[in-house]
């Protein structure tokens, strides 16, 4: 039976109705609904800094049908989407039920919808395809959205309170789905104008003085402008310790402001928007499972551990997909996620191999799906790390973070991360991988390379592969052979964006104890939770879906009568 009652009620010194523990997606969307219906909302953020993981993120949403890429001309469906998650996520039980889906491709569009009337800007992504957009109900055009560059300025006092954004570290005020065209300014006019663009709006935001936000930092800071106009109030260094209980019921939270701890009584609900636990090394070592990982390699924000989660598991909460991650492959060239090489992958003349020297996935397809193969390959050869390897004409012909087509070796040979060999062999003797099985790997995989198929992994065959390769018309996009001395290793390491399993919720994010009944009062929402999309990550701006949709959709249960306290309140 669940327990409940393990923290007992104090004398309360503030209420709210609606209180939203962090301030990533899922919490501002959540904080917007509640507020926009009349509530009173608190918004609770550990670090100095708001937005989380989401702020430093591509910001992408992955939302089925919404009225944006109406707007743009492109169609969808519901019945699609739908079908989409049968034949990809499966059965992956109660995170990924039929009710939770429903509530996803119903909500989400509504979602998108009171966003843009409350002032948040976002377009459509077109040709950011679906990450399996060859499988059923799979969209070739992409059913993503971002924010549009927004002037963080207009935040006020606020707006060094963000967590700095993916564009920062570039320097540029550059879009998510005009990044993949960005490091290929060299290789097509279409890339070349897009690159344009992205640096004149650099220099002309400079010009204006203005802070130009991209990505998932104007995602934030727009949601966050627009809850403080609503009377949102947000606290920042102050961490959630624990729910107060009464009766069964959650009632509000136990908090840490200015040193003091203090009661807050929640009306209507808390909801733990919270993250995951991607930096919490022992639950990591726990529930890891067939994917062992210690959260070393993780790029999430650095309050992603897990402390909010364990306040339900205490009491009583249900939990699943705890060993799952959003994975993303890191080559161990610097920083994982701003490697020099991390768009590798997806390019032509590059492969990953296992200690073997043999393949073992479609090296194009997405960050999470290979992170998996990793793991799944490493129960029968070593994979964790695996290498990735490429020729010399890939290192002339693309461009790399913040380094030009052809520059950037020098210091990654020198520190030794990076493995240079005129042959092969040498090659597989510098990295420790089998040589015979390195040669007739490349030897296959040129073959291919030469007819412009992968007959063994498929790479190449979706819209999605294609869209993050070459765009360079007389090339294949993912495809080319390994043959230009010298030739380059680097081990690639399984790292994450996020832990995605967690507390188990239903269809209104209300979080279920082990007998799967609702706690009453208390929600949740993204990494914080099993997450909708299963095991598998449906397309660019999935995770960041999942969590704005079920804070959205935990808000308006809270502050609906369904979601009323059973005194009427
Ligand atoms: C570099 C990068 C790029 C990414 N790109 C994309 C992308 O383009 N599309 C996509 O879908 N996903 C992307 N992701 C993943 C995505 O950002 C996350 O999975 C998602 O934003 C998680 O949202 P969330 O609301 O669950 O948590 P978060 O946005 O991480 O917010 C959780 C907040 O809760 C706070 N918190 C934790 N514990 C407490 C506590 N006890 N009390 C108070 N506050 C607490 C944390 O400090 C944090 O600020 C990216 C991630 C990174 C790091």
Redesign the pocket.
């Known amino acids: 039976m669940a327990r409940r009652d393990s923290v007992s009620s104090r004398a309360e010194h503030d209420t709210f109705d609606f209180v939203v ?7 501002l969307a959540a904080a917007l609904a509640a507020a926009d219906a009349g509530a009173t909302v608190l918004v ?4 100095p ?14 939302v089925p049908d919404n009225p944006v890429m109406r707007a743009a001309g492109v169609h969808d469906s519901y019945a699609d989407a739908m079908a989409h998650f049968e034949a990809v996520v499966g059965d992956v039980g109660p995170a990924s039920s039929y009710e939770r889906r429903h509530a996803f491709l119903t909500a989400g569009p509504e979602m998108v919808s009171f966003l843009e009337r409350l002032g948040v800007r976002l377009v459509y992504c077109p040709g950011y395809a679906d990450y399996y957009s060859n499988a059923k109900g799979g969209s070739d055009s992409g059913r ?1 959205i ?1 924010a549009v560059p927004f002037d963080g300025h207009a935040l006020g006092e606020w707006s060094d309170k963000l ?1 700095p954004g ?1 564009a920062k570290s570039l320097g540029m005020a550059v879009m ?1 789905n005009e990044a993949r065209f960005l490091s290929h300014y060299n290789r097509s006019a279409r890339a070349f104008a897009v690159a344009a663009r992205v640096a004149t709006r650099t220099v002309a935001a400079r010009l204006r003085r203005q802070d130009l936000l991209t ?2 930092a104007s995602l ?1 800071a727009q949601m966050l402008l627009a809850a403080l106009q609503r009377g949102v109030t947000v606290w920042t260094d ?4 624990d729910l107060l209980v009464d009766d069964g019921r959650v009632t509000g939270v136990r ?1 840490t402001r200015a040193g003091s701890s203090m009661d807050i009584a929640a009306r209507r609900g808390v909801l733990l ?4 636990f991607a930096h919490n090394r022992d639950m990591r070592q726990e529930y890891g499972g067939d994917q062992p990982n210690q959260g070393k390699w ?11 989660m364990q ?1 339900a598991m205490r009491l009583g909460a249900k939990t699943d997909l705890m060993d799952e991650a ?1 994975w ?1 492959p890191s080559p161990r060239t610097g920083r994982f ?2 490697s020099t090489l991390d768009q590798a992958r997806q390019r032509p003349r590059t492969i990953y191999v296992d200690a073997a020297g043999k393949r073992f996935v479609n090296e194009s397809n997405s960050y999470m799906e290979v992170g998996k193969a990793m793991y799944a390959r490493n129960k029968t050869a070593q994979a964790v790390p695996c290498w990735l390897i490429f020729d010399d004409r890939y290192r002339k012909r693309y461009a790399h973070v913040r380094s030009h087509p052809g520059w950037f070796p020098r210091d990654l040979l020198k520190s030794g991360r990076l493995k240079q060999a005129w042959t092969l062999p040498d090659l597989a003797n510098l990295c420790g991988i089998d040589a015979p099985g390195l040669a007739e790997t490349v030897e296959r995989f040129n073959e291919f390379a030469a007819r412009g198929e992968d007959p063994d992994y498929g790479r190449g065959e979706s819209a999605y592969n294609r869209c993050l390769g070459d765009p360079n018309r007389n090339v294949h996009p993912c495809l080319g052979p390994i043959d230009e001395a010298p030739y380059y290793a680097v081990e690639v390491v399984p790292g994450d ?2 832990t ?1 399993g967690g507390l188990v919720t239903d269809e209104h994010a209300r979080v279920v104890d082990q007998d799967d009944q609702p706690i009453e009062g208390l929600y949740a ?5 099993a997450t909708v999309m299963g095991r598998h ?1 449906l397309g ?9 949709v079920f ?1 959205y959709i935990a808000a308006r249960h809270a502050v609906s009568a369904t979601g009323r306290r059973p005194d009427g309140r």
């Open positions: 523990v962090g301030s990533g997606g899922g919490a609770l953020e550990k670090q800094l708001i937005g989380g993981s989401t702020c430093m993120s591509g910001g992408m949403a992955w993503g971002e967590q993916l998510t990505n998932g934030i102050a961490p959630l310790d908090v928007a919270a993250g995951g993780s790029i999430s924000n650095p309050g992603d551990t897990g402390e909010a306040t959003w993303l996620g701003q964006i996020g995605c929402a993204g990494n914080i939770t990550y660019p701006g999935a995770s960041i879906a999942n969590s704005m804070g």
